[in-house]
């Protein structure tokens, strides 16, 4: 029997510990961002159909089999959302891991577009100061928190995204977001175009005969315009209105310009970016204020004023993200409020 020394480990070795500075360099954010970059690589390559280069290289057989392999593999940040239906995917923003934000049924042509743009996005989280003024960032930090047993930051409850400042993970590709379905700026815009579009039809069907009228337009009464003389259908008083009631009005319109005026209307309503309103522009503030002071919550019928705004001595708060009052609960089985969670 040789008495060589056999390496038990096969001559292989760990890689040398960092020194306290050269760790700092590898933090945990950094783990996870190179992760991050990782995935989303690999799930661009996926989406493009792109094998590794040492693939590339080889046998047709084993160029075969490893295609076989690549198309069974599931995508880090995006799946199709029917196997046999691959016009829309859902693209998936993960950290850690984990999901933190995702948008579903996106076109295939604009699946790339988020995919780009997130990785564009990782690279430019910083591990060693990551900005905790961006919402997203922050639940990246705390989901890294969380595994690394270190502090997380809890945001207050004005956190906002910054139109200026913070860039959307998904590069502005948009598709269906369920995370934003309790929106009620979303709902009260979403009423207040279908009233725009009423009124449209409505003055165009102004002459038109009553019997020949559609239903809607002989029983309903426009919310955007009226006649400025009970007798005339020459000129009209046109209304920006929003749930809650008239906000601007314009008066004695002759019938075209009014029905330009609502036309105008309409495409303002429809430029609003319901998950991110600019709320720099003044009228848009106006409308996101109504909305929220509107919806503002009661006590409800257990009359618990935990349930009040902050500012009226209660606990709950509006979410400037998901565009709703974000509001705690009551828990039966211990008699305790439980508080709302911040930053939703």
Request: hydrophobic residues 35%.
């Amino acid at each position: 029997m040789s008495s060589k020394n056999l390496d038990p480990f096969g001559g292989i070795k760990g890689d040398k510990k960092f020194t306290e500075e050269s760790a700092k360099k590898l933090s945990p954010m950094e783990v996870d961002k190179q992760q991050a970059l990782a995935d989303i690589q690999s799930s661009i390559d996926l989406w493009d159909g792109k094998m590794p280069p040492e693939i590339e290289r080889a046998s047709l057989l084993e160029r075969f089999r490893a295609k076989t392999k690549l198309l069974g593999k599931e995508p880090p940040n995006w799946s199709y959302i029917k196997l046999n239906d691959k016009s829309f995917a859902d693209v998936h923003f993960k950290w850690s891991g984990k999901k933190i934000a995702s948008i579903y049924k996106v076109p295939k042509r604009e699946v790339r577009v988020a995919l780009v743009g997130m990785q564009s996005f990782y690279k430019k989280i910083n591990p060693l100061d990551p900005d905790l003024t961006h919402p997203d960032i922050i639940k990246c930090f705390n989901e890294t928190a969380q595994n690394y047993n270190f502090e997380p930051f809890i945001p207050g409850s004005d956190l906002t995204y910054d139109r200026n400042k913070h860039l959307d993970p998904f590069a502005g590709v948009r598709g269906e977001n369920p995370g934003l379905k309790h929106n009620v700026f979303k709902k009260d815009l979403t009423i207040a175009l279908e009233e725009v579009i009423f009124s449209i039809e409505f003055l165009n069907q102004i002459e038109v005969p009553s019997y020949r009228k559609e239903y809607t337009v002989k029983k309903s009464n426009p919310k955007n315009l009226q006649q400025t003389y009970k007798t005339s259908i020459s000129h009209f008083d046109v209304f920006l209105w929003w749930p809650g009631g008239v906000v601007d009005k314009i008066e004695n319109v002759p019938q075209k310009r009014a029905l330009m005026a609502l036309g105008a209307m309409r495409k303002f309503f429809e430029d609003i970016d319901e998950d991110h309103p600019d709320l720099e522009n003044e009228k848009i503030f106006e409308l996101y204020e109504i909305t929220k002071n509107r919806t503002r919550p009661k006590k409800g019928k257990n009359n618990l004023i935990e349930l009040l705004p902050e500012d009226e001595g209660g606990m709950s708060y509006w979410s400037n993200l998901t565009h709703r009052w974000i509001k705690g609960s009551f828990d039966k089985k211990s008699s305790l409020f439980i508080p709302p969670a911040k930053g939703k």
